[in-house]
T-cell receptor, first 113, second 110 residues
Framework: DAGVIQSPRHEVTEMGQEVTLRCKPISGHNSLFWYRQTMMRGLELLIYFNNNVPIDDSGMPEDRFSAKMPNASFSTLKIQPSEPRDSAVYFCASSMDRGQPQHFGDGTRLSIL | QKEVEQNSGPLSVPEGAIASLNCTYS??????FFWYRQYSGKSPELIMS????GDKEDGRFTAQLNKASQYVSLLIRDSQPSDSATYLCAVNNAGNMLTFGGGTRLMVKP
């Protein structure tokens, strides 16, 4: 079975540019999560969806960040405009339901210059 | 106070020894507990789940849960250099989401 698929694996862009990260969850999983990981702050939950509906976006750092899940097999995390402090590894994870084990994608390593 | 706490380490053990990783949590209503392993530059990988008090064994790994003490641990027997990684404890909270600890870095020396 295919796991969680994220793209791109690496993204390097200049400050001020729009960045879009993509995620395809495991088929049949109802919950999807976006995390950010840095050395300083560890793994932080940004937002999660249940049945394609955003449930909790309290972890989204500011209005520059937005996330969508138009259908059960696709989600995006967008940063506009990007800033150097957004540099981190962004993970997408999915689970069969809330509270169930989450399975992570390989992550997107984002560098904002 | 963090909801899920782990010693950041590094925890250094010799090859063949038992590595003991500990985690405490604050939400008494938590019902599900997970251990993830994360190699440097890789994504977290689920290695153990535990839902009831006591021990759960899977190969060289044993998860231990004590809900009264709000404590969960992971034992790795016969540690190998390939076990060197960061181990993340995750606990489901009242909102039925997982909260991750900061992770413990384990180093197994040959």
């Amino acid at each position: 079975d295919a796991g969680v698929i994220q793209s791109p694996r690496h993204e390097v862009t200049e400050m001020g540019q729009e960045v879009t990260l993509r995620c395809k969850p495991i088929s049949g999983h109802n919950s999807l999560f976006w995390y950010r990981q840095t050395m300083m702050r560890g793994l932080e939950l940004l937002i999660y969806f249940n049945n394609n509906v955003p449930i909790d976006d309290s972890g989204m750092p500011e209005d520059r960040f937005s996330a969508k899940m138009p259908n059960a097999s696709f989600s995006t995390l967008k940063i506009q405009p990007s800033e150097p402090r957004d540099s981190a590894v962004y993970f997408c994870a999915s689970s069969m339901d809330r509270g169930q084990p989450q399975h992570f994608g390989d992550g997107t390593r984002l560098s904002i210059l | 106070q963090k909801e899920v706490e782990q010693n950041s380490g590094p925890l250094s053990v010799p090859e063949g020894a038992i590595a003991s990783l500990n985690c405490t949590y604050s939400d008494r209503g938590s019902q599900s507990f997970f251990w993830y392993r994360q190699y440097s530059g890789k994504s977290p990988e689920l290695i153990m789940s535990i839902y009831s008090n006591g021990d759960k064994e899977d190969g060289r790994f044993t998860a231990q849960l004590n809900k009264a003490s709000q404590y969960v641990s992971l034992l790795i027997r016969d540690s190998q250099p390939s076990d060197s990684a960061t181990y993340l404890c995750a606990v489901n909270n009242a909102g039925n989401m997982l909260t991750f600890g900061g992770g413990t870095r384990l180093m197994v020396k040959p």
